[in-house]
């Protein structure tokens, strides 16, 4: 596993800036290919059967010929897919791209209405959370997908040591990292807590899925309501170990309560010796003329500035966290770009 100070070359990116246009506007149109052919079931079929008969997906699938062809072809200019006559196979970097497709559902599925209405959010024509939102149930899964291919190894290694009985997950999205965890720990307990209902109903199939009716429960509320309101939710006082993921900064972001969330989660989750938060930090600027991008940290920083919340750099966390009277065990990368796991105890 990387040190905590080690850049990977994941990390480093291989998108070499300054973007130039013609790079930029394929780039646009190829995100949202891709995307479309996620959610057609494309890259799992090629996956699992290596080929794909497109006269056979289309009639299996109830799709448009003519417009699934269209996808193809553009997808196959970019490089994703190779097609001769009726079939279709992934190229190399097509097989490579299932590791990010999570980032895809996340920022093309998820926050396209965001990142379409900058211009009228910076003239305050609209306002995130009132006149325009996110969709939910794109975040939720993009977040899980990319779990799945990134960082599901990493918490697996980090957990396997530790001890607990009850888990709670704050802005468990579909309850898909915690429905596995709990299944692989017999006789645990889990609860995922997220303020999206859409999310939350996909979390109740999920379980439903794992076959853990009655060992994990959704939970819809908001995060904030527990630690500022007094909100209850039924055993989580009972908590050994306190997860969250991509959510910490979304509890941070209102200034004048921001110092005191750390002592707030301890407080509200009394019995909690471990606490498990990951996070995406701020990418750290190059000095050198040229730089290279990595996926996603672009679109995490430019989605947040547009709605309003903070983010941090690993260094504001890892102070934060020794302020809110938290010792850090350790910090581990964790998958995505400039995206950190901090592994906390409470004493």
Same mark, same amino acid.
């Given at each position: ?163 607990? &009985?009850? !888990? ?7 309850? $898909?990292? #915690?429905? *596995? +965890?709990? %299944?692989?720990? =017999? ?61 910490? &900064?979304? !509890? ?7 110092? $005191?969330? #750390?002592? *707030? +989660?301890? %407080?509200?989750? =009394? ?77």
């Amino acid at each position: 596993m990387p040190s905590v100070d080690e850049v990977t070359s994941e990390w480093q990116g291989q998108a070499l800036t300054p973007l130039n246009p013609d790079t930029a506007f394929n780039g646009y149109i190829c995100a949202h290919v891709l995307h479309a052919l996620e959610r057609l079931g494309v890259f799992r079929q090629l996956h699992e059967e290596q080929v794909i008969d497109i006269p056979v997906f289309c009639r299996e699938n109830k799709l448009d010929p003519d417009v699934f062809r269209a996808l193809v072809r553009a997808a196959e200019g970019f490089g994703y897919l190779d097609a001769h006559a009726d079939h279709v196979r992934a190229t190399a970097v097509g097989t490579d791209a299932g590791r990010t497709l999570g980032f895809f559902t996340w920022g093309v599925g998820g926050y396209h209405d965001v990142f379409a209405n900058a211009a009228p959010l910076a003239r305050g024509e609209r306002r995130f959370g009132l006149d325009l939102h996110r969709d939910e149930r794109m975040v939720a899964l993009g977040s899980a997908q990319a779990d799945t291919a990134l960082m599901r190894h990493i918490l697996d290694e980090e957990i396997a040591g530790i001890d607990f &009985h009850t !888990l709670v997950d704050l802005g468990a999205g579909v309850s $898909e990292r #915690i429905s *596995r +965890l709990v %299944k692989d720990r =017999p006789g645990s307990h889990g609860i995922g807590i997220d303020i999206s209902r859409p999310a939350t109903l996909l979390a109740h199939e999920t379980v439903e899925r794992y076959g853990l009716r009655g060992t994990v429960e959704p939970v819809c509320a908001d995060v904030l309501d527990i630690l500022f309101k007094g909100h209850e939710i039924e055993g989580g006082d009972q908590a050994d170990v306190v997860m969250s993921f991509m959510f910490l &900064h979304d !509890l941070l972001a209102a200034p004048e309560r921001r110092a $005191e969330v #750390i002592p *707030r +989660l301890r %407080k509200s989750f =009394p019995r909690a010796h471990t606490f498990l938060l990951a996070d995406t930090t701020i990418r750290p600027r190059s000095s050198g003329a040229d730089s290279r991008l990595p996926v996603f940290s672009s679109g995490f920083e430019l989605a947040h500035a547009l709605m309003g919340v903070p983010v941090y750099t690993r260094e504001e966390y890892e102070h934060l966290f020794e302020q809110g009277g938290m010792h850090l065990r350790r910090t581990v990368p964790f998958g995505a770009p400039h995206t950190y796991l901090f592994v906390l105890e409470t004493s």
